[in-house]
Nanobody
Framework: QVQLVESGGGLVQAGASLTLACAAS????????VGWFRQAPGKEREAVGS????????FYVDSVEGRFTISRDNAKNTVYLQMNSLKPEDTAVYYC????????????????WGQGTQVTVSS
């Protein structure tokens, strides 16, 4: 079992930066890939990007490529989402999710989810 808790959300102005953290409990977290997703009001949940268990590979959706960076510190059981040059359209609840068997953009591939953290970007 893996339990995930996101933190670091908040209200920022456009152009600002914010770093989200996804802290995990469970000794096997280092063997899990982690994905970041977001859901804006009235919209479906969408992938932001993900990182493999080792941190050796990452992928990002086009809308955040070059602005967002995912990293992990397995010694701290934590995955980070560094968000730069934030835009109002990045406003959403951000979730992290973990899986031992899947790495990608499909939310259905992940077994464990956090409760989410709100990010609001004002113009």
């Amino acid at each position: 079992q893996v339990q995930l808790v996101e933190s670091g959300g908040g209200l920022v102005q456009a152009g600002a930066s914010l770093t989200l953290a996804c802290a995990a409990s469970g000794r096997t977290f280092s063997s899990h890939a982690v994905g970041w997703f977001r859901q804006a009001p009235g919209k479906e949940r969408e992938a932001v990007g993900s990182i493999t268990w080792s941190g050796g590979n990452t992928f990002y959706v086009d809308s955040v490529e070059g602005r967002f960076t995912i990293s992990r510190d397995n010694a701290k059981n934590t995955v980070y989402l560094q968000m730069n040059s934030l835009k109002p359209e990045d406003t959403a609840v951000y979730y992290c999710a973990a899986s031992r068997t899947y790495w990608g953009s499909r939310s259905s591939g992940y077994d464990y989810w956090g409760q989410g953290t709100q990010v609001t970007v004002s113009s």
